[in-house]
């Protein structure tokens, strides 16, 4: 949606947009508190309508009548598996190349050890400054924990990642989008580069999954983890999830090797044997209530257009930026974002020097985005549920939060732990 | 309840003990199934009463309405030592020295490779043969991963445990109670014996707590693990939880080190710094879902008085021993589990060589326990909800199969992959 030749966006046209979205209706899957702009779903997920009475039978039908018969009867033993099938069109994969397991920390833990540990294996684990935190810490971690292997960790600018796939690395780490900016990494291209250079990568795909489409086959992609509870909408602390391509699957031991990875768990033996394929990347035993609010979530993208997902995706952020250059630069409000769409995940960041109090003040209003460290307001794009006109209505409302100082209030300043 | 001198035991005598059992009221917490006998609490505890309108409230009021804000308005953030708060008394520990996370898997490779890792420690890692086949296994991917440091797994039968305590065992580690014959081990003598050749030893309770009262601070103990699932009802796969004592906790660093374990979470630094106390040995984002049931699950023990769980727990096996003696010998069923209370978990286990298809066969008769090989019935005894007439009626049952030789039809014969 471009501004008409010298005038500026409307909300009319952001209505018009709505009215001819074809993913209108999936909006309707959704339980989203009435007026709330939700721009968030980067961070968190909504219940999806099913979602009350998937719990309830759960517990009810499930847990509590059938009890623990409920592993083979109602098939909470093949969740991950069921839940991984699922989970494989959003990523371009094969339905038994994916496996929804613990926490995208953990399951990362598990492909860089794997990796690492390969025979004559070197030794650094190379990671960018910009993947998510906890990749870096979990990274940390191992090395510390393979220390006198000579293990270490090296984290460097995003403009020298390239350059530092030298001989001496064991495996590469990256976040695709950038959880402040949403800058997009291209899969493809660096995970040649990775490749080219005999170097394993695993791509931490949490803020890509869902949000648009992803196409790990095609795009010779061999390791990835994901989150479960921002776009696929898993709810709170919702298991994450792994792929591994086919063809390397058994060539890898996850060092977290608990009875679910057996491959007899119930025979209970004394020695550990992998089971084939995904499964090997279990651990301990699943939290069922989570693995099937996950399951439930995934029903939001049955039967989802992915090239309108993707368009879609694409214009909502567009349109947050061109809203915000028109309306908000005159506050000292700038872009965090790439302008092109093809270099931006689902999200859009900007940046103001108050911005903690004006995101406060902001979803004080009932427009919900985040803020993240040092001057960044974020806001997400879940094509799924966010409306065009979501979108002009949070800037208007932004506007008026500056035009009016709101975020000057006293309240808006105190900070939570959690935001 | 012994027999009476030269009397058998009456179902009447079972009656009269359930009458005037202290814990009788707490049944009434519990939603189980009308008319099901089950002793299978060992294996996945029942829901509360209170399960189902908890869990409503925390899709609908929570997630729903307030979304991510909840992770501080609904005290999301704080789960998991809210929980370890509730599970601490039943360990006999401080509130500070219990936190939920995970996997009883994941927890027990965060401390067996924290120990494992200090300065100047030795390379074996020290287990059971009757240790849970998951506890083996994760000290295996453990000692593999660290294979080039010179790690290794020593797997001992149970009577050599003491005299492998020597100069290279680097950190030790026994389940209490054994998941397949309900031998319990002294807590107290071995993590004397253990401390006394300056070994750590890391206990796994999974088959402990909530079943009998623990005294770990009392002991000595210093590193536990255990299960939310079993006796602390916290429903399908709930996070498990760590123990460390107070003293400890600053020495050690888990190499599973996500974010959630970071001091400062929100501040996204790119070096891991572990938060002080237990929250250092947490890793990703929890499951919200699987907490909350844990933390309804654990209010069944509000006000429970520990010396009557103890007591019951210990009756409730004898009972079914005594029975067993009397009414199923001549069918060959032999007790698997030890006759003295005190050296026995809250589980009895008999032995019949078609113990398969005679559980499923008791089972279809509305008496849950379970089959482990080769050829044990098992039975668990939560004492909050299990009665001495449940356990008259399911000799009763096992006896009715066994006259009627029911386990012979042909449907009893298949195998599930979980039971």
């Not at 039908?61 to 018969?69: K, M, N, Q, S, T």
């Not at 960041?349 to 993240?372: C, E, K, N, T, W």
């Not at 006109?389 to 800037?395: C, G, K, P, S």
Request: charged share 25%; hydrophobic share 40%.
């Amino acid at each position: 949606m471009s501004a008409p030749p010298g005038g500026r966006l409307r909300r009319e046209d952001a209505l018009e947009r709505d009215r001819t979205d074809p993913l209108a209706s999936f909006r309707d899957r959704f339980e989203l508190p009435e007026g709330l702009i939700y721009l968030d779903g980067n961070s968190l997920g909504p219940p999806s309508v099913g979602m009350r009475a998937r719990i309830e039978s759960l517990l009810a039908d499930e847990w509590g009548r059938d009890l623990v018969a409920s592993w083979n009867r109602h098939g909470w033993f093949r969740l991950p598996e069921r839940l991984g099938a699922r989970i494989a069109p959003l990523l371009g994969a094969g339905e038994d190349e994916v496996i929804a397991a613990d926490s995208v920390s953990l399951n990362l833990f598990k492909l860089l050890a794997a990796l690492l540990r390969r025979p004559g294996s070197r030794g650094v684990v190379l990671a960018e400054a910009t993947n998510f935190p906890t990749d870096l810490y979990m990274a940390e971690g191992l090395v510390g924990l393979l220390r006198e292997s000579g293990a270490e960790l090296r984290i460097v600018p995003p403009g020298d990642f390239e350059a530092a796939l030298g001989p001496e690395v064991a495996v590469a780490t990256l976040t695709q989008v950038d959880f402040r900016t949403g800058r997009k990494h291209d899969l493809r291209r660096l995970t040649a580069a990775a490749r080219g250079a005999e170097i394993p990568i695993v791509w931490d795909l949490s803020h890509s999954a869902g949000a648009f489409p992803l196409h790990l086959n095609d795009d010779g992609v061999e390791f990835a983890v994901g989150c479960g509870y921002k776009y696929l909408n898993g709810g709170p602390g919702a298991p994450g999830f792994l792929y591994v391509a086919r063809h390397l699957q058994q060539s890898l031991d996850s060092p977290l090797s608990g009875w679910m990875g057996h491959r007899s768990p119930f025979e209970f033996e004394t020695r550990y044997r992998p089971a084939d394929g995904m499964r090997r990347f279990l651990s301990g035993t699943p939290g069922i209530l989570s693995m099937v609010a996950l399951e439930e979530g995934l029903r939001t993208f049955e039967g989802v257009d992915l090239a309108a997902l993707q368009a879609k995706s694409e214009a909502l952020g567009d349109l947050l930026l061109g809203l915000a250059g028109e309306r908000l630069g005159e506050f000292g409000v700038e872009a965090a974002s790439p302008r092109d769409a093809r270099e931006r995940g689902s999200q859009v960041s900007l940046r103001h020097p108050d911005g903690y109090p004006v995101m406060q003040a902001l979803i004080a209003r009932g427009v919900v985005g985040d803020f993240r460290e040092p001057d960044l307001l974020r806001f997400g794009f879940a094509p799924l549920y966010v409306r065009y006109a979501d979108v002009w209505d949070a800037v208007e409302s932004l506007r008026e939060v500056l035009v009016r100082e709101e975020h000057r209030e006293p309240r808006f300043r105190d900070r939570n732990p959690v935001t």
